[in-house]
């Protein structure tokens, strides 16, 4: 028995071919090994790319960064910005806090229907507010941190739900104010003495305010000599107020309505108010029952009269108003109620003045109903609280 040799390339007669032997895959290169011409062995394989820097745009005069901003620019754009919107820049930084609530900035305010909780109205006048409109407010307490008087000047809190604990606290801070509307609140002697203080006044609305004493009535008018424009309608006053505001109203009274005391203003109390007060123009005395034309006399010596409200006097005959045509001044004239008799035309008597032009009246009200709605005596308001 022998042993064949199988030699290179050829094969035993006879037989298969041995079966080859199975050897392991061979192994992928590692980088840094230059086993063959690949990308990965190219001797520069590795790209180095140069992430230049941005250049400071400030140095060639480009965009600045808000913080590189001077104040003044920035007060100038905060001015374009409505309240919601200043309160939070505000939020940013110390900086813009400071500038956001800016004197500048908040000098009219309109809070009108807004609901003020305690410590609320007193940080919004401390910022040098000016002209504050919020009527219909819920006003808490103002919570002042300081005893130094405010810089208010136009104020209106007609119809707001409040104290008079809360008005005494404010209206003691209050010295340099022009035009004040209180219209439907419930006062107290204090604070009408403290509207005294305010020696400047020169609008006062008082309308369907109650509360006070007639001695409280006279200091307010004795300290209050410059005032032009007075309304103390339905006050519900008695005879000592009504005879207390026609002897102590300042002379330089133009505009006042007294109208609403049906029992109180008699026609004595027009002649001592026509004698004290002659530069009146626009004089409201409607729904005095107590008023007769014996008072006519006393309203043809104001030289200036233009306008006179009498609606609702029953005791003025229709046929005698007539006797106005000797008011050369007058202009307009309101006598709603008084006319019954259809066959009466009072443009005939007066053809000269209009009658029954202006069913409400203005006087001293800070936005009339005519007029826009935020304004306070004819000075719109920047910063008003919208939703966002």
Not at 108 to 122: C, E, I, K, R, Y
Not at 262 to 290: E, F
Not at 366 to 387: D, E, N, Y
Request: aromatic share 4%.
């Amino acid at each position: 028995m022998g042993v064949q040799l199988i030699h290179d390339g050829g094969t035993a007669s006879g037989t298969s071919p041995p079966h080859p032997q199975l050897s392991p895959p061979a192994k992928r290169p590692r980088h840094g090994t230059n086993t063959g011409p690949g990308k990965e062995n190219h001797p520069h394989r590795f790209l180095v790319s140069k992430r230049f820097r941005r250049a400071n745009a400030s140095a060639n005069g480009g965009s600045r960064s808000c913080d590189e901003l001077p104040d003044e620019l920035l007060l100038l754009i905060f001015r374009s910005l409505s309240l919601p919107h200043l309160l939070k820049v505000s939020q940013v930084s110390r900086r813009w806090h400071r500038l956001a609530f800016d004197q500048a900035l908040w000098y009219s305010v309109d809070l009108s229907s807004a609901t003020l909780p305690a410590g609320t109205l007193g940080r919004v006048l401390a910022s040098g507010v000016m002209v504050l409109r919020s009527p219909r407010s819920f006003l808490g307490e103002p919570g002042f941190t300081h005893d130094s008087p405010l810089l208010l000047q136009h104020m209106d809190l007609s119809h707001c739900i409040t104290t008079p604990r809360t008005l005494l606290h404010l209206l003691r801070r209050c010295h340099r104010l022009i035009g004040l509307s209180l219209e439907g609140l419930q006062l107290s002697d204090p604070v009408l003495r403290a509207v005294g203080q305010s020696q400047d006044l020169h609008r006062l609305n008082l309308s369907s305010c109650s509360g006070f004493g007639h001695d409280a009535l006279h200091h307010m008018l004795h300290s209050c000599s410059r005032l032009e424009e007075v309304n103390v309608s339905w006050c519900g006053f008695g005879r000592l107020h009504v005879g207390v505001t026609v002897t102590q109203v300042p002379e330089t009274v133009t505009q006042l309505n007294i109208s609403g005391h049906r029992r109180s203003l008699t026609d004595t109390d027009v002649q001592v108010l026509c004698q004290r007060c002659p530069r009146i123009t626009n004089l409201d005395m409607s729904d005095s029952s107590m008023l007769t034309p014996a008072c006519f006399p006393s309203l043809q010596q104001l030289p200036h009269l233009q306008h006179l409200g009498l609606s609702r006097c029953h005791h003025i005959p229709a046929a005698s108003v007539g006797e106005l045509a000797q008011i050369t001044t007058l202009k307009t004239l309101s006598i709603f109620g008084l006319v019954h008799n259809s066959t009466l035309n009072v443009k005939d008597l007066i053809p000269q003045i209009k009658v029954n032009a202006f069913p409400l009246t203005s006087i001293a009200r800070p936005t009339p109903a005519q007029g826009k709605a935020r304004t306070v005596w004819g000075i719109s308001c920047r910063l008003a609280l919208r939703t966002l």
